[in-house]
């Protein structure tokens, strides 16, 4: 808990309503306090002014709020956690200017956000659990005639675990925070904080299984690809999806990672120029028609379990030789394994005699 001067500035936050309780009766109610306890004192608020104090000084006594205390802080002695969503090399004046802007016109920061002590690195004393875009653009500020601007934020008492789910919370409600920004930050969260159990964190962050199985499957989108898009949240979840699930595709992939290079380059053209990169619409169109003949060509070579699924599949042949792949979950055992790579064998041989 906090004492002195934090804990009445807190407390007198959390009982502020129409009717403004002072520090100094705040000061006077302890945190322990049970509702009971506190309605007398707090009489004078009147009807739901009362219930909503009493249900704010139960959630404290309850442990559901812990430590609540806001600062000014230089942003320099603030980094940004590395378990934050948002790609942080994407963030600029041109995709922050909104916020700079507000920020401008109302003398400062109003929203604070939430960042949590630093222990183990002497240049900094925070890091940015939530708020990486108001850090951004206070640090701008400040090197752009605003020295004297301050980072306001809310300092909390979380672990790891803890981190994440509040910060995924304050990304679901921001359209600024890509799907595959979150797409990556599940990914990672899902070995870092729940053993690779995709139920344990569906039911955490209490999310059905299929849609997070959906993002996790975005989350495989290769930077290489990603770099086509401008502006990451034209890419929504659906089309993200469908993109992940094409480059899964062994004919189509080296087509799509072509084409997402060539978009890339004649976008840094453009730019050049002048002109606007090319928009998301337009790209994703590009790159799922990219590699569509191929997908057309049939396998050289696929050989199915007796439980029809895929159990291994030749994926290239030249007189150098072939390539097999073997896939995982088919069900063969090692006899039926057998016979498929031989079966394969044959397959590529007969081929090879014809040409």
């Not at 002072?22 to 509702?35: C, G, M, V």
């Not at 004192?41 to 219930?51: Q, S, Y």
């Not at 770099?227 to 659906?238: E, G, K, M, Q």
């Amino acid at each position: 808990m906090m004492a002195g001067g934090k804990q009445k500035d807190y407390l007198a936050d959390l009982l502020a309503d129409d009717q403004p309780v002072s520090a100094d009766e705040a000061a006077s109610i302890e945190p322990s306090a049970t509702p009971a306890e506190t309605s007398g004192r707090l009489a004078r608020g009147g009807g739901m002014a009362l219930l909503g104090r009493e249900s704010a000084l139960a959630r404290v006594a309850s442990g559901d709020v812990r430590q609540v205390t806001q600062l000014r802080l230089d942003p320099t002695r603030v980094r940004i956690w590395k378990g934050n969503a948002r790609i942080q090399e994407r963030l600029n004046e041109e995709n922050v200017r909104d916020l700079i802007d507000t920020i401008i016109a109302e003398g400062g920061q109003k929203v604070p956000a939430i960042v949590r002590r630093v222990n183990d690195d002497a240049v900094y004393d925070y890091e940015v659990i939530a708020g990486t875009r108001r850090h951004f653009a206070i640090s701008w500020l400040r090197t752009n005639s605003y020295p004297d601007m301050t980072f306001l934020a809310q300092v909390a008492d979380l672990d790891d675990e803890a981190a994440f789910r509040l910060a995924d919370i304050e990304n679901r409600a921001r359209k600024d925070v890509s799907e595959i920004e979150r797409a990556r930050n599940y990914a990672s969260a899902l070995e870092q904080h729940y053993d690779g159990k995709q139920r344990r964190m569906a039911e955490r962050l209490k999310l059905s299984e299929g849609w997070l199985s959906k993002m996790l499957k975005v989350a495989t989108l290769p930077d290489i690809v990603l770099a086509a898009f401008a502006n990451l949240s034209a890419l929504t979840l659906n089309p993200a999806y469908k993109l992940s699930q094409a480059l899964a595709d062994e004919r189509r992939h080296k087509s799509i990672i072509g084409a997402a290079q060539r978009v890339t380059e004649e976008n840094g053209q453009r730019a050049q120029d002048g002109q606007p990169p090319l928009g998301g619409t337009v790209v994703l169109t590009r790159l799922m028609a990219a590699g569509e003949a191929d997908k057309q060509r049939p396998k050289l070579y696929e050989g199915i379990s007796r439980h029809n699924r895929p159990a291994l599949s030749v994926t290239t042949a030249s007189r150098q030789g072939l390539t097999i792949k073997v896939h995982a979950a088919s069900g063969a055992d090692e006899d039926e394994m057998v016979a498929l790579f031989r079966e394969a064998l044959a397959s590529h041989e007969y081929k090879t005699e014809v040409e």
